[in-house]
């Protein structure tokens, strides 16, 4: 059966009930015993995440509580990602951590640190979905949560793709500009944005890790697939592939792209709270960006940015342009954003695992999920557009679903979930590095010390 084929498969709303019951033979409590007293369908849980935001997943408990009216979620919210995996460390050592808690790919809360926490959801999916239940969930999410003891640690909720920019519609047919596609396109509409007052890119390039998106859309622009092959050890980092993504990304700076006091701002609050003042014509983020394309979402987001008495604006994804000037976007590349496991400790793993296995795998879950436009579902569900608000239909839905086809195949080059610890801090180094003059060279080599440290540890 092909992925898509499987990823088109519609799940059943009856799921998570039929994943506990299975589960509960063998779920034990935080006192080792088997949890035959622990209901499935009762309880009080504690919900420790760093997405969805706060908005989207009190949403998402309330449309469970439909279904489940008996099971209380209490959702505690880190918006800042570096105290999430200590705040999570503490938790879960103690015996009063919480119930549930997300699981990345990245280093907010790595699956290969915190995973031995997790109950092994792979029972509770198979009791949903069946025997098949692999043909059922999109490799992505398996492959990223699966322990080397071959455990499922954690249940996604789906996956996020990047390579894109958004851009402020509305600015560009106020100054009669066309989205680019190529550098050069980008250069033109640059010089006419800041020409009239607008800056153009904003970049919080302070934020090494952010940096990494456009480093790897320009790779894929430059050299395609040498990005993934060099994060499978393939190919050495310090070749002229990287070196020349390098100066690329530079050279935005001296192109008039990339703002000269980029090295001062974060990618949140910073850029992302000028794009939304409408300061700025575009920023890089990835299809979690989505969700501003709801107008209620846009209003508080602007809200939350400082601007008092928001007008939402037309926004729209776009492609990263092309560096070889012809016009072919790069390749997108994806990982699961966060991902729900269940505490071992948890007094309530029944409950906790109704909960993953709802929002994973019931279709009333998952076409919640695809509404809130934040999450690519693993199920290949879609955005019903009669049922949710965007800021302008006419100009967004048909953006969205010609991007739906290119982020659902969008699921075989990772995003970060191939780079190891001393990889990712030594290629978010290189990225501000050679804003402050080191030689691409040089930086390329750093990363490839780290790329050989990580393989030999």
């Excluded at 010089?191 to 302070?206: H, R």
């Excluded at 949140?268 to 979690?288: I, R, S």
């Excluded at 030689?439 to 750093?446: E, K, V």
Aim: with cysteine.
């Amino acid at each position: 059966m092909s992925r898509s084929t499987r990823r088109r498969g519609r799940l059943l709303v009856a799921a998570a009930a039929a994943a506990v019951a299975a589960l509960s033979i063998t779920a034990c409590s935080s006192g080792g015993s088997p949890a035959a007293d622990d209901p499935a369908d009762s309880g009080t849980l504690d919900w420790w995440g760093f997405s969805p935001n706060v908005t989207v997943a009190n949403d998402l408990i309330a449309e469970f509580n439909k279904e489940y009216p008996d099971i209380t979620v209490n959702y505690k919210f880190y918006p800042n990602n570096t105290e999430y995996p200590a705040a999570l460390r503490a938790g879960l050592a103690s015996n009063e951590g919480p119930d549930l808690f997300n699981l990345a790919t990245n280093a907010a809360a790595p699956v290969d640190q915190f995973g031995s926490f997790a109950v092994d959801l792979a029972p509770a999916y198979e009791a949903a979905l069946g025997a098949d239940w692999k043909d059922k969930v999109s490799p992505l999410a398996i492959d990223s949560f699966t322990l080397e003891n071959g455990s499922l640690a954690a249940a996604s909720l789906g996956y996020v793709s990047a390579g894109l920019l958004y851009i402020n519609q509305d600015l560009f047919d106020q100054y009669g500009l066309t989205p680019p596609t190529t550098l050069d396109e980008w250069k033109q509409v640059c010089a006419t944005f800041t020409a009239n007052g607008v800056e153009c890119f904003t970049v919080g390039a302070g934020t090494a890790a952010f940096n990494m998106d456009p480093l790897h859309s320009i790779a894929n622009s430059l050299h395609p697939g040498d990005w993934q092959k060099a994060s499978e050890g393939e190919i050495s980092w310090n070749d002229d592939w990287f070196i020349d993504t390098l100066q690329a990304w530079s050279d935005l700076r001296a192109d008039g792209i990339m703002q000269d006091g980029a090295l001062g701002l974060q990618q949140y609050p910073d850029a992302n709270n000028e794009f939304l003042q409408e300061k700025a014509a575009m920023v890089q983020m990835g299809t979690w960006y989505n969700g501003n394309l709801l107008a209620g979402n846009m209003t508080a987001a602007m809200e939350g940015a400082g601007v008092a008495n928001p007008e939402p604006f037309t926004m729209v994804p776009i492609a990263f342009p092309d560096f070889t000037n012809k016009g072919e976007p790069g390749a997108l590349f994806s990982d699961v954003d966060s991902a729900i496991a269940v505490n071992k400790k948890s007094d309530s793993i029944n409950a906790a695992t109704t909960f993953a296995m709802w929002l994973a795998t019931s279709e009333t879950g998952q076409q919640d999920i695809a509404n809130r436009l934040e999450l690519l579902p693993d199920s290949g569900a879609l955005p019903d557009f009669s049922a949710i608000d965007l800021v302008n239909p006419e100009v967004q839905q048909p953006v969205l679903e010609a991007f739906a086809p290119l982020t659902q195949a969008a699921t075989d080059e990772a995003r970060f979930r191939l780079i190891k610890p001393n990889l990712y801090e030594a290629l978010g180094a290189a990225s501000t590095a050679v804003l402050e003059g080191t030689s691409p060279a040089d930086a390329a080599a750093s990363v490839q010390a780290a790329a050989d440290e990580d393989r030999n540890s």
